[in-house]
């Protein structure tokens, strides 16, 4: 069960991650303004910036979530450190930009991560829980 709800809690993180990535790929003055900015030729360089970080961190999920399904050691610590990235990115840009909306959804689904990586990684029952 826990292993399901990880790999659920994966997926979810993984389409708004690739749905982003896609958005500041190929729609950047959008994805611009979805972060609060103007889209221009000085703001470009950003946008395609923020498309590389969000394409990596989608890489990174889908490792993780492999590294999940094959259950390698090596997913727990990656997925720990998705979970700390995000917490830290809601609470910065909460910090910096009063986005209440960031500190939910970023903060949230890295501390979900966390929890749900924890419990799974400690389970002392087999490893198909």
Do not use: H, Q
Request: with cysteine; net charge positive.
């Amino acid at each position: 069960m826990k292993r399901n709800l990880l790999t659920i809690t994966l997926i979810i993180a993984f389409i708004i991650e690739a749905a982003l990535t896609i958005l500041c790929f190929f729609k950047p003055a959008t994805a611009m303004s979805l972060f609060g900015m103007a889209y221009s030729n000085e703001t470009s360089f950003l946008g395609y910036i923020i498309a590389w970080f969000c394409l990596l961190v989608s890489i990174m999920i889908l490792y993780a979530m492999a590294g999940l399904r094959n259950n390698n050691n090596g997913y727990k610590t990656l997925i720990y450190i998705l979970g700390c990235w995000w917490i830290a990115l809601g609470i910065g840009v909460y910090v910096s930009f009063k986005k209440t909306d960031n500190l939910l959804l970023d903060s949230l689904k890295g501390a979900i991560l966390i929890v749900l990586n924890y419990l799974y990684a400690n389970d002392k029952k087999s490893p198909s829980s």
